[in-house]
């Protein structure tokens, strides 16, 4: 009996984030382990479910790194980076979309009407969802001469999200699942940063969270103990001191970005643990680090 009651309180603790978000809209990056883990994808996809039928609103934008990694080394394709984002000639390009679009998205649409949803895959091709340029990426010399341009080929960001297709979707119940591959003004395909897709689309949706799901448990201080909260001035002066490092400064920036695009809230939080959008979204005590406006925003 005493564990029913546990089970009833979890609930009674659920019901006042419900309430609060019934019908908001939740832009998710599924990325990392979350999407190798045979068990985590599952408890991702019944997460995502769930939200949708007690009445929230998610948009999933997945990433695919690794995937597309394996498949080039199966045909024999160098995989070259410069400043973290991969070169991607034609060939590559073919490859990112095959996979992204064809393979990755369809699995995780798969998997969450497997148990009871109703995904549709997307990319930023459908409905010109996503209007993209080409990046230009810069490399320091470290020798006082200007940054040398590098070009990595069809590298994209973001020009602009048109929602109406997400919008549409919603209304009708379905979730989202869109691939980071934008469309260019001459209707060439663009490899795009899936946390920067997901942060633009949060933007564009007005959504009420961006929830980044990463390999660790969100921003540690110097002490490597977890923060649990921080407002964009506190967040960029850590970024200036060097606290935030490595990997999650982009993770940050795109946070940030998000917030000032109109995104209430914004968190990052590991998405190595069992059911890890549930307990940041309808417990008290939440997981990860959790960005906001501060006072006034």
């Known amino acids: 009996m005493e564990d029913t009651?546990?089970?009833?309180?979890?609930?009674?603790?659920a019901?006042?984030?419900?309430?609060?978000?019934?019908?908001?809209?939740?832009v998710i990056k599924y990325g990392g382990n979350a999407m190798v883990d045979e068990g985590l994808k599952e408890s991702f996809a019944l997460d995502v479910v769930l939200m949708k039928y007690i009445g929230l609103n998610p948009v999933i934008v997945?990433?695919?790194?690794?995937?597309?990694?394996?498949?080039?080394?199966?045909?024999?394709?160098?995989?070259?980076?410069?400043?973290?984002?991969?070169?991607?000639?034609?060939e590559t390009m073919d490859v990112v979309e095959m996979v992204?679009?064809?393979?990755?998205?369809?699995?995780?649409?798969?998997?969450?009407?497997?148990?009871?949803?109703?995904?549709?895959?997307?990319?930023?091709?459908?409905?010109?969802?996503?209007?993209?340029?080409?990046?230009?990426?810069?490399?320091?010399?470290?020798?006082?001469?200007?940054?040398e341009e590098i070009d990595i080929g069809l590298v994209g960001e973001v020009a602009s999200i048109n929602p109406s297709i997400i919008l549409a979707m919603e209304e009708r119940d379905f979730i989202p699942v869109i691939a980071p591959v934008g469309v260019g003004e001459g209707g060439e395909s663009f490899n795009i940063n899936a946390d920067?897709?997901?942060?633009?689309?949060?933007s564009a949706l007005k959504a009420e969270k961006l929830i980044l799901l990463t390999d660790v448990p969100g921003i540690m201080d110097k002490g490597d103990q977890l923060i649990r909260t921080l407002d964009v001035g506190r967040a960029r002066e850590?970024?200036?001191?060097?606290?935030?490092?490595?990997?999650?400064?982009p993770k940050v920036h795109c946070c940030l970005d998000a917030l000032q695009g109109g995104v209430i809230k914004t968190h990052?939080?590991?998405?190595?643990?069992?059911?890890?959008?549930?307990?940041?979204?309808f417990t008290d005590e939440g997981i990860g680090t959790q960005i906001h406006r501060g006072k006034g925003g």
């Open 15 to 26: 019901l006042p984030y419900i309430r609060k978000f019934y019908d908001k809209t939740i």
């Open 62 to 90: 997945h990433g695919g790194g690794p995937q597309i990694g394996k498949v080039l080394a199966q045909i024999g394709k160098k995989t070259e980076f410069v400043e973290g984002m991969r070169v991607t000639d034609g």
């Open 268 to 281: 990052i939080i590991d998405g190595r643990v069992e059911h890890t959008l549930l307990l940041e979204i």
């Open 238 to 249: 850590l970024l200036e001191k060097g606290v935030i490092m490595g990997g999650m400064i």
């Open 100 to 147: 992204l679009v064809g393979k990755v998205n369809k699995e995780i649409v798969g998997l969450i009407n497997r148990h009871g949803g109703k995904g549709v895959g997307l990319s930023g091709k459908d409905g010109q969802l996503i209007l993209a340029k080409k990046m230009n990426v810069y490399r320091r010399k470290g020798d006082g001469s200007p940054p």
């Open 5 to 13: 009651i546990k089970k009833a309180k979890v609930l009674i603790e």
């Open 196 to 202: 920067l897709v997901a942060g633009k689309v949060a």
